[in-house]
């Protein structure tokens, strides 16, 4: 077979094209930073998260010193932007670490993840993880905080029905003083508010009321701690409670409140991209995170509580967020624009 | 190359395994199968529901179709086994939300009921469930088709599962089976076993016929081997009966030549006819006697197949004996010398068998015996025996065996010039056999022959 074009050479020809505009295209980077193999290594590791370099830091530097022959390259960016490199751009990294559990669902269930079992993802709970992809490393749930300050003597609520009752009497002060993330720029606000309109109706009465009192909208969680540590903001609705903890440790003013008719539990989770180079080195990392050294740099260094079935059956109200197909349902085109159709509907009143 | 035959519980074993291998791997294969169809069915049974559920949330309007996909639907998918899943919704030609490129069902008529289909997608095999509705859009109906689809894993697992144990089964069905037909083929071949052990168990002169209960299947066996017996029996009593005739008439003629020589010996005036004749008459005996054994011998063998049993003293047949043999002995100054113990000696047995056997023994003894010595005829008892003891001093064995002089028609090297037959000892071992007793012959110290027959007391 002698063509002019053999078949491969165009197919590979048509993929640079496609790698090139991939390249043109790049999706946003957050920060990125390099931890340089401690004895000069030849090898690096390329991990794309969600979670900040703040946080998780210190867990690499505790991966190095188990493994001081490899580099760690740390690339933080959004959830959306996440998922966009590894689904849409195709990029190469050799673990991606991501809260947005439906986003990391759909990479797994589309087949962009790669199978990835030994001794420590066997010991993960069958709750915790899907498949040989997806692996979560620790739970967290998602808190309503209150200022204690501008509250005064109102109680503080202990379910939504007392919410709803408490912003409804108390319009003068929470008008414009609401926070709470922006479903249609933050996957994290997007998973909470779905899953919450999963839970229950008081969800969508709820956002009513908000909508009538002039909230405010965010894509980080910092940003919301930030405003109501400085008193912009009187309450914020769907925070994870493991940033919120460590930020507000010692500040007698604000209150993390976990709801007790619900408080969805989020389960921070990994994956191996099938677009991987080094999977060996992912998956060496993977199962630092969920051996007892990583284990314990990521609960007492990075502040995150771990996937432990005790806490959960302790707390009857915590509902963790299931690793199933369910979770594809909202990323659905036509269930994602109805969603937040209606969301709009209810928030953007005025 | 003669081909040997196989043992017949070794083919009958061969058999039964053979069977019981095929029977468990259709075990298996049946196992398998209908748990591979009963996995698709459970599959198929929540990928329709899945399908028929997102069917009914469609709706029209005058915008375009759109779905709520239902939440539930899909956790339900997952809560089987964690396969991937996906999904497409068509209205009309175009794709409206899903995986576009989710193959679609070929047959065209998918209204009523969702149809199942297989096929690879994204690298995996994927179960799909096609469903289609109607839907009015500006008051026009728009055909929309909802598939929803799943890879195979948690089936593959679950048939997996039932193989493993449908081979683990198989092996348990096949090794009981093993052992089953190994017992079942020692049982059944326990009465040819039997049968063959009682057959082989029987005397080289046991020739009754076989009185054996055995199974139906092997009684033409029986009665073939019985019949066999019969003509054995019958063959063997006519050619004894035919030696007796024979012997018979040969001995009455003799007798007359005998006679006549003797009377031409006599009378003849020549030394060297008379030479001549007394040679005649010596072969002659020789024949006649010959004949005499002939007969007694095919009367022991005809005899022993039907022992009569009856006591015998021994004391008194051997006193008569020694009176027959005393002028014999006198004549060739051989001194007799009988030695009984006091009173009667009795065995059970055959009077003329046990005479015949005694009477061969003295004869023998009285035969090659030289001049002027002596014979000792001796009847000891000791642990339920009866032994007689003949000892002479005559030309021994010359060194060969009891077992060789005991065959018909063989005598000893050095018989010479005495007359015999080759006969005699050859009764006599008969008799002893035939009465359960033994005969030994050995050579004596000091030269001579001692023979001992031994026969059980009564």
């Known amino acids: 077979m002698r063509a002019a074009f053999p078949a491969p050479v165009l197919t590979l020809a048509v993929m640079a094209l496609f790698l090139w505009c991939a390249a043109a295209a790049a999706f946003e980077v957050e920060e990125e930073r390099l931890f340089p193999a401690p ?71 589309d087949g962009l993840a790669r199978a990835h079992r030994s001794a420590r993802t066997d010991a993960v709970p069958p709750w915790a993880r899907w498949q040989d992809n997806l692996y979560a490393f620790a739970q967290e749930n998602v808190v ?48 909470f508010a779905t899953q919450d309109s999963r839970q229950s109706d008081s969800f969508w009465r709820l956002a009513e009321v908000m909508g009538s009192l002039a909230p405010r909208f965010y894509t980080a969680t910092n940003e919301m701690i930030d405003d109501i540590k400085t008193g912009k903001l009187v309450l914020a609705y769907n925070i994870l409670g493991s940033y919120a903890g460590p930020r507000l440790a010692g500040d007698p003013d604000v209150a993390i409140v976990e709801l007790q008719d619900y408080t969805l539990t989020l389960l921070r989770t990994a994956i191996i991209p099938a677009t991987s180079k080094a999977p060996d080195l992912g998956g060496e990392f993977l199962d630092f995170l969920l051996g007892p050294e990583g284990k314990a740099a990521i609960r007492d260094e990075a502040g995150l509580p771990l996937i432990d079935a005790a806490a959960l059956a302790a707390h009857p109200y915590l509902r963790p967020m299931r690793l199933d197909p369910g979770l594809l349902v909202f990323l659905d085109r036509l269930k994602r624009r109805d969603f937040l159709d209606e969301w709009n509907s209810a928030l953007m009143r005025n | ?130 469903v289609s509705r109607t839907v009015l859009v500006a008051r026009r109906p728009v055909a929309v088709t909802v598939l929803v689809a799943q890879t195979r894993q948690g089936k593959e697992a679950i048939a997996q599962g039932v193989a493993q144990r449908a081979a683990a089964l198989g092996l348990g069905f096949f090794a009981l089976a093993a052992l089953l037909s190994l017992l079942a083929a020692k049982s059944s071949l326990r009465p040819i076993n039997r049968l063959a052990e009682a057959v082989e168990r029987r005397g080289p002169q046991d020739l009754r016929f076989v009185d054996h209960p055995t199974p139906v299947e092997l009684r ?7 019949g066999f017996i019969a003509r054995l029996r019958a063959g063997l009593s006519r050619t004894e009966t035919f030696i007796a005739e024979a012997a018979h008439h040969i001995r009455t003629p003799l007798a007359v030549v005998r006679a006549r020589a003797e009377i031409a010996m006599r009378q003849s005036p020549s030394e060297e006819a008379r030479e001549e004749i007394r040679a005649l008459i010596r072969a002659v005996e020789e024949s006649s006697r010959t004949a005499g054994q002939l007969l007694a011998h095919a009367t022991v063998v005809n005899r022993s197949d039907q022992l009569i049993e009856e006591p015998v003293d021994l004391t008194r047949l051997m006193r008569d004996l020694v009176a027959t043999f005393q002028p014999t002995a006198e004549l060739r100054d051989i001194a007799l010398r009988l030695d009984l113990p006091e009173g009667e000696v009795t065995v059970r047995g055959d009077r003329p068998l046990l005479e015949a056997a005694l009477r061969n023994l003295l004869d023998n003894a009285v035969k090659y015996s030289p001049e002027e010595t002596l014979i000792e005829f001796q009847l000891t008892c000791a642990d339920g025996h009866a032994e007689v003891i003949v000892a002479d001093r005559g030309r021994g064995l010359s060194g060969q065996g009891q077992a060789q002089l005991a065959k018909r028609f063989v005598r000893g090297t050095n018989a010479g010039d005495v007359i015999g037959s080759g006969l005699g000892l050859t009764i006599v071992d008969e008799v002893a056999t035939a009465h359960g007793g033994t005969f030994t012959l050995a050579d004596r110290e000091g030269g001579g022959t001692c023979a001992r027959l031994s026969l059980p007391l009564s």
Do not use: C, W
């Open chain 2, 1 to 130: 190359m003669k081909r040997t035959a196989v043992s017949l519980q070794l083919r009958l074993v061969f058999q039964l395994l053979a069977i019981a291998a095929l029977l468990a791997v259709v075990l298996y294969l049946t196992v398998r199968t209908v748990a591979d169809q009963a996995a698709e069915a459970t599959q198929d049974g929540v990928l329709g529901a899945a399908t028929l559920a997102i069917s009914e949330r469609l709706q029209g309007g005058d915008d375009g179709v759109s779905v709520d996909l239902p939440y539930e639907a899909f956790s339900i998918l997952g809560s089987i086994s964690a396969d991937r899943v996906f999904y497409r919704i068509d209205a009309g030609a175009a794709t409206l939300t899903g995986y576009d490129d989710l193959p679609l069902p070929e047959v065209a008529d998918i209204a009523l009921r969702p149809v199942f289909y297989t096929r690879d997608y994204r690298g995996a095999e994927v179960r799909i469930a096609a």
């Open chain 1, 144 to 191: 309503l905080l209150i200022s204690r300050k501008a509250l005064g003597p109102l109680p503080l609520p202990q379910t939504r029905r007392d919410l709803i009752e408490l912003l409804r009497e108390n319009t003068a002060l929470f008008r414009g003083r609401v926070g709470t993330y922006d479903p249609a720029l933050s996957g994290a606000g997007y998973l």
């Open chain 1, 39 to 109: 004895d000069g290594g030849g090898r690096e590791v390329s991990i794309l998260s969600t979670t900040d370099t703040s946080v998780l830091g210190p867990v690499v530097e505790a991966y190095q010193r188990r493994h001081p022959g490899i580099a760690v390259r740390y690339t933080v960016a959004s959830s959306q932007e996440v998922f966009a490199a590894i689904a849409d751009e195709g990029r190469s990294f050799d673990l991606v670490i991501s809260s947005a559990m439906d986003l990391q669902m759909k990479l797994a269930n």
């Open chain 2, 220 to 226: 033409p066996l029986i009665s073939a081997l019985n």
